[in-house]
């Protein structure tokens, strides 16, 4: 870490989780992603993988610890709660939220990476950074920041049913409606092989319910049928 200044990280620990780490180079290793390791391999060696193998099992063991012990619910259930606690999009957007992205050291081509790719970034430095708390300042800690940026979204989720699996929920529906099952079809596949998007669209029958777009096929399946249960009002 010679030669660059740890103020901006202090002050983040500081004014943002409300305390300081004694030891900041956990702080920065946390915003380390291994693509900048790579291009400066003579000033630095560790990027986050570690602690975000680390921050990752907190995170699940204090999700499925707030939820085993709030709610009287079977196993399948809490597994789907938990599921959609820590999906990508969740840690990801409790990163952005969080304001950690300027702080991020990648490479130049990381920087200039889709918007997938960002999020995906911002979702294991978020895990990174519980590894981080963890080691600093213990589980007590650790969980109460996943509590105030992760669990606290729960009873959204549940409100907007974000929790159901959309392609899962839409075929019981359907068959229920209409009996029929989902027909998925691929309806535009545009992009290098490396970044490609998919449009499909979802069928009742020879009727378009939806479509939905994303960076693979299952993803532009779940976009589709998401769309497609607002047309059941569901």
Do not use: C
């Amino acid at each position: 870490m010679t030669g660059m200044s740890t103020a901006p990280y202090q002050a983040f620990a500081k004014e943002t989780l409300g305390f300081e780490f004694q030891d900041i180079e956990l702080l920065i290793t946390a915003m380390t992603h291994r693509s900048y390791v790579n291009e400066h391999r003579k000033s630095v060696s560790e990027h986050n993988e570690r602690l975000e193998f680390l921050g990752d099992a907190v995170l699940e063991l204090v999700v499925t610890d707030f939820l085993y012990n709030t709610y009287d619910e079977p196993e399948g259930i809490l597994t789907s709660w938990r599921a959609a606690l820590v999906r990508t999009e969740s840690i990801g957007d409790a990163g952005k939220k969080l304001g950690y992205e300027p702080l991020l050291r990648m490479s130049r081509g990381e920087k200039q990476g889709s918007d997938r790719a960002r999020m995906q970034i911002l979702a294991n430095a978020f895990e990174a950074l519980i590894g981080a708390i963890y080691l600093e300042r213990g589980y007590d800690d650790a969980a109460a920041f996943i509590q105030k940026n992760i669990t606290s979204k729960l009873d959204a989720i549940l409100k907007e049913g974000s929790w159901r699996d959309p392609k899962s929920h839409l075929q019981e529906v359907m068959q229920r409606q209409d009996n029929f099952t989902p027909r998925y079809v691929v309806l535009e596949e545009v992009g290098p092989d490396h970044d490609k998007v998919f449009t499909l669209g979802v069928y009742s029958g020879s009727k378009l319910v939806g479509q939905g777009t994303g960076p693979s096929k299952q993803a532009a399946q779940q976009a589709a049928a998401k769309a497609a249960l607002t047309t059941y009002g569901s």
